[in-house]
């Protein structure tokens, strides 16, 4: 887990200018209303290793290749993803507006509300973000994936949430 937070910390900044693979790019999210997604960048990391014992206190391994994916999402008032998975862990920065994330794991069905500066971390088991206002919102996404495997997984409802 280690080994991908940095990957996805890396990243946030270094693929900016990295060439898109639009044909690895899975845009074809049946189940997402109002949303729309844009691949930003994805870029392949070898194996490696960070330490840092500085102002932060973090430590990572990938122990094999990793591709990073960023992405933007933006959310029309009232929409929603779509029920999903990933394969790995995903960093979601909100950077405007407000969205509420379920997991499908949760029998509760307990939302986790993220305004914009913050962020939440997906395990990529299974979640849902949902955009509950009447306002737009938008958040960056970072992704972690098997080189030039799909990042994202259409699930059916869990059936733990109303909706």
Not at 9 to 26: F, H, R
Not at 61 to 87: C, F
Request: aromatic share 6%; charged share 15%; net charge negative.
């Amino acid at each position: 887990m280690k080994s991908i937070m940095a990957a996805a910390l890396i990243a946030t900044s270094a693929l900016a200018g990295c060439a898109v693979d639009e044909e690895s790019s899975s845009e074809q999210h049946s189940a997402a209303q109002g949303v729309t997604p844009t691949l930003l960048s994805r870029g392949r990391y070898q194996p490696f290793t960070v330490e840092s014992e500085g102002l932060v206190n973090f430590e990572a391994k990938a122990k094999t290749a990793v591709d990073v994916i960023t992405r933007q999402h933006d959310y029309l008032p009232n929409s929603h993803t779509g029920w999903h998975t990933h394969p790995g862990p995903v960093f979601i920065t909100v950077v405007s507006g407000t969205l509420t994330f379920y997991e499908s794991d949760d029998p509760s069905c307990t939302p986790v509300v993220v305004t914009a500066g913050n962020g939440y971390v997906d395990h990529g088991h299974g979640h849902i973000a949902r955009n509950e206002t009447g306002a737009a919102a938008r958040d960056i996404t970072v992704i972690l994936a098997p080189p030039g495997l799909p990042f994202r997984g259409e699930i059916n409802p869990p059936g733990n949430c109303a909706f």
